[in-house]
């Protein structure tokens, strides 16, 4: 069995992500942290998990990780993680973080676009990304891996491979995505109260939004080729789901249908990457660790929608896929 | 005072229109019209009415229209439309239509994107497009008047005079739109069963819906210059509201600021249409005859985010304002 | 004009009471105030009021008022208000009071249900209770009226003539309330948190809600007669609207007609209370000062089910309706 | 490996039974039926299966399912449903039915509510009610199960051991029940429409819902107690969830903790009923096969809040426990 540990396990990524280790036959959770004055039930904290798991939630110690703990998933915000992601790993662990302190190129760009220190800059740039369609031989090798974002994860899982093969041109992409408000955490905020967002859409950080970065960078680290893509995040009312739509243009002589069977290709053996007839609807990927990609003309541009499940695909069952690729387990179980 | 009827009482824009008639002092409802057996309080069609409207819904009768009507608002589906405008306009009566019928440029247009008889092919061409903020003088002498759709509404608000002024690059245009559910209509439909859009998301119509080809001409009709734009409409769960987020580049030298100033100068006389700093919600639209502009800078592009209520500036509002207008009464009165 | 001001104008029930005096023929909004530290425009605060209402947010000042204001509407929290209230009230305005602090009989009731100091006991037990539809008389005459509690107004309108009428048992009421989220106010908490409230329903303060003793007291003061009735709130998914449930034994010989018949008779002259055959939802109270009420049997008990607007009939509806009535203004003015 | 078919295939509680039984490791589903044309691939139908089951929807046979399936679960509506059980049952298949067709007592209850014909009377009366947590010995060793509704569920569960141990009174309880839309069926109606439902919460079938009768039923053949309830549903808007408010007198010195006592000693070796001590929400039941109960006390009363999850126990969860129980499984498997 391999022992499972969480830092910071009371906000929802974590909750989803226990969620899918308690289905997992090989994986027992041993250990779930939180700033918590005194050890607290997990079910205390998470309701939904009465009688399910019998587990304290207590504070974090890396020497207590050491000792019990064989891969520790890390759902600290960014610049908090960093840390705990260096003693962790130092001491053997693997370790899966889902935050963005490893998954930019450079110190410079963490900096530049998180305007934080960062606590382990020698490993930061030899971290795979965590999506295994694209990294997953690095993946499989690795001590630790960058979860990515959620945002960026429906745009490069289209994207990358339809920029490597030429496909599309790659000056003037435009990714317009709609969220539901889980992806914005467990502390409640203005944004985030109920008769705020409920009855109601808004764009937010337009032109700021720091996936937007993301999504280039690992475009370009995986196919060698540079992109210049916009993105606007709006806030839907409904808890979980990302849709994104693409708007690109196509490369001459690459036909939508042709863009559909590039990204059908690239992912026939990809179960969690699949490329549909239909127009894709976030329901249809709620709960599972799916990315759903449907491919339309749209008068000389091509529209490439795309939706995932921001907790699981988005968050904590690409980091439980991950987990199976760095152990050798297959790829998919309990997923 | 205005003696007003509408035909086509039962769904969600006649009720907007009738809750905006009911605050409207000039106005008096004579006649509500359905294709019902017998005749029906409306507050049996409309709950929302009871002992605020003592009015029969009862079936459709030109001549009775011609005695006691003065304004018709025509609340039909397209193609169910223009026969009926064409008899209550040849009976000398004022009509505001909220179907397509009457909002494209020729007979040819209307027939390539609807698919469909036009029962009054020689007035089509010469029914001014219900936008007072840009067809205002037209508006003002007509008989016949097209109220706009809802999606072309909140993209030519910004667009129009973005595109005189040359203040954008007319070639690319992507328009990614947002909508309530409450647009789909009164009829109960699988897309739009309750379990089926609630905590779900989907683009539909990509690259095929109607309100592109509106937006197109419209803009063209009134700037006088061709634009090519790109469309994709998304359900969201919500019932009333429209964002758009309209993705265009700048002309050379246009800032975001000099985008965000043309529009204010633009629009500096209408109460409608307000050009905002912060990003708009649909929230801070719904009831309200408004339509939110903001203007950011988004790399080389610049996003334009406009919202509407789909049931008042996007419907029912609109018709009450164009009203105002085509009575020389003054434009806002009960919006 | 009258001239009003709002003392705690930041809040939902601030909001709504601002639309709707926006549509008042005969008042004027001269004072809006908060704990700001400098002037804010209004719409600053609540976006959907640009260009709707040109009026800064200031600090509270008893003097500015006595000067510029006729009537206040005071939406601050139990115990911050009587303060405010009673140096209004000395200075000679008319003050409708949202808070709970006038609301119960005697002092002794108001500490032990609010474990809070009053500071204007004298007047407590002298301000009438704001349903018109029970209180007219005393409300013309009142200088300071204690606006209702949104749940009490709910269960209230529909027990109390039964009672007086002796069509139901008193001794074992059980009213079971669903509420929207807007109830709970714009302070952001955890209960309120989008996700912790979508796609989910709860009851809470089950039998320690305060708004129970409030039902109780005022059917005793209009009617005369005791009453006991157990009463249990539950939040569900929506922003606006209370659906009351109340669970009655008929008196004997008093079958659900007569029940019915004994409402409509007493709310024959008042129009916002509404006794309907089919089944009311809140959707068709929504935005109105409606309580519409209908009756069931129900195996040997009778359902009363009873709908309002929580932010119109169960705050600032009542309020302006209440300050018509102080004003000698037709009752149902902008409502 | 259990061989199983669903017959009825395309509706919610259907979905949520294959996603249910996809994770069984004992099951391998083998036929799914509907009265479609021609074989259609079960993604077509419930676009979340994408890639995750290859398998036809096929017209039903019973033949075919003597040959190629075990277990029979049979999702059709009431009436509708006894023929298929019977000619299952009859060729020897285990068949766990979740229509109401053999819920109630008597062909003359069946008859009295339902009034409709009834296919296998003989059976009717021998067919255990499918709450294994009661009647688990009886369901052991059954052919025929009676899938229980999802309002009893919640309203037995806690009602059944409280009546037998003489905990309250059996006279006068009150069920108010609130449940999602997804309760409704997958055919779109107007009572569905997300505009309609939307924003809004009602009561429906007041005093006469079919599910009424059941738990009075249930409860007495459980106990050999007669008790008098009544029922009234609401509808709100949430697509999955049940919560049921039950109003109850406690018998002479049975206090609150008494009670909560006695369902906590009771339900001790269940798993899926939770006694709570906070006040339970449909979202920590969600996905989940669990029943969570809370006790209050309420003035004289006592106030049991108990939430499902209507599509799983209230549905398939319930189905897939009592499968477990009738081939001698884990009981938890899967759940």
């Given at each position: ?69 064989d ?6 915000p ?11 790993a ?75 093969d030429g ?33 109601s ?16 960078q ?5 196919s ?15 808890t979980?789901?990302?849709l ?23 992912y ?68």
């Amino acid at each position: 069995m391999i022992r499972a540990g969480i830092v910071g396990a009371t906000g929802y990524t974590a909750l989803e992500l226990i969620l899918i280790l308690l289905r997992h036959p090989q994986v027992e959770m041993t250990r779930l942290t939180s700033r918590v004055d005194d050890p607290t039930p997990v079910a205390a904290v998470h309701p939904v998990l009465r009688e399910r798991l019998d587990l304290m939630v207590t504070r974090y110690d890396p020497e207590d990780f050491r000792q019990h703990v064989d891969v520790a998933f890390c759902c600290l915000p960014h610049a908090a993680s960093s840390p705990v992601v260096r003693e962790l790993a130092d001491r053997g662990l693997r370790v899966i973080d889902f935050s963005a302190d490893y998954r930019l190129d450079t110190l410079a760009d963490f900096q530049a676009i998180y305007a934080a220190e960062h606590a382990d800059p020698e490993r930061l740039g030899n971290v795979p990304y965590g999506l295994p369609e694209l990294f997953r031989n690095s993946i499989a090798e690795a001590k630790v891996v960058a979860n990515p974002g959620c945002f960026p994860t429906s745009a490069i899982l289209p994207l990358a491979p339809l920029v490597r093969d030429g496909m599309i041109e790659t000056g003037d992409i435009v990714i317009d995505s709609k969220t539901g408000v889980s992806g914005g955490g467990r502390t409640p905020k203005a944004a985030f109260h109920f008769p705020e967002c409920n009855e109601s859409v808004a764009a937010y950080a337009v032109g700021t939004h720091r996936h937007g970065p993301e999504i280039n960078q690992i475009v370009r680290r995986w196919s060698g080729i540079e992109i210049e893509s916009v993105f606007v995040p709006h806030l839907i009312p409904m808890t979980r789901g990302i849709l994104s739509t693409i708007y690109v243009h196509p490369a001459p002589n690459a036909s939508a249908d042709r863009i559909a069977e590039c990204l059908a290709d690239f992912y026939r053996e990809s179960r969690f990457a699949r490329i549909t007839d239909s127009l894709p609807a976030t329901r249809d990927v709620s709960g599972t660790n799916c990315c759903d990609i449907a491919i339309r003309p749209l008068g000389r541009r091509i529209a490439i929608i795309s939706t995932i499940d921001n907790l699981v695909k988005g968050a904590s069952g690409a980091a439980v896929q991950n987990m199976n690729v760095m152990f050798g387990i297959e790829e998919t179980l309990a997923l």
